[in-house]
T-cell receptor, first 114, second 116 residues
């Protein structure tokens, strides 16, 4: 596809449920990023992959958050035992090789935890 | 640590007015990159511009212009002759090459409303 795609666009979960959010980057983009955007705030970094290697996961807020990119393309962000404070928009971005190339963002997944 | 400040939370203008969105950043790196993104109501972040720390030339793209001043650590964004379609949240962001790798540090955003 032409841009970064994410699914689902909206997800409602009951507290305690596990969720999985998918990101399909722009074809050929080596780098992939996940960000969390709370309502009315700027996005905050969660984690970064270069190909299948997770090079930085320092932004993951707890061990309930886990991300993977096993084949160096599609990535999944998993949140276990969701809590209300996990409610946010989760944004995925990809960029070409080169650590400081421009990041292009997907439409995001809006997660609501009840 | 890196930080981006967008002091203007909300700005409201009437169509055809010029408007400037302020961005001030903090970094200890000598090599860094600055970005502006637009987030319309649909939610997707749209890339507008990228500048590196060694290029202080101002840039103009249609009705958009950017003023980068290292002396004041500012990277301001001006929309000339604003239009209703410019209504969105605008984010300034910083990427430090040496200290924090590839991550983007965003400001809190400025909500711009252009009224007809």
């Amino acid at each position: 596809g032409a841009g970064v795609s994410q699914s689902p666009r909206y997800k409602v979960a009951k507290r305690g449920q596990d969720v999985a959010l998918r990101c399909d980057p722009i074809s050929g983009h080596v780098s992939l990023f996940w960000y969390q955007q709370a309502l009315g705030q700027g996005p905050e970094f969660l984690t970064y992959f270069q190909n299948e290697a997770q090079l930085d996961k320092s932004g993951l807020p707890s061990d309930r958050f886990f991300a993977e990119r096993p084949e160096g393309s599609v990535s999944t962000l998993k949140i276990q035992r969701t809590q209300q404070e996990d409610s946010a928009v989760y944004l995925c971005a990809s960029s070409r090789p080169g650590s400081t190339d421009t990041q292009y963002f997907g439409p995001g997944t809006r997660l609501t935890v009840l | 640590a890196q930080k981006v400040t967008q002091a203007q939370t909300e700005i409201s203008v009437v169509e055809k007015e010029d408007v400037t969105l302020d961005c001030v950043y903090e970094t200890r790196d000598t090599t860094y990159y600055l970005f502006w993104y637009k987030q319309p109501p649909s939610g997707e972040l749209v890339f507008l511009i990228r500048r590196n720390s060694f290029d202080e030339q101002n840039e103009i793209s249609g009705r958009y212009s950017w003023n980068f001043q290292k002396s004041t650590s500012s990277f301001n964004f001006t929309i000339t002759a604003s239009q209703v379609v410019d209504s969105a949240v605008y984010f300034c962001a910083l990427s430090e090459r040496e200290t924090s790798g590839s991550r983007l540090t965003f400001g809190e955003g400025t909500q711009l409303t252009v009224n007809p």
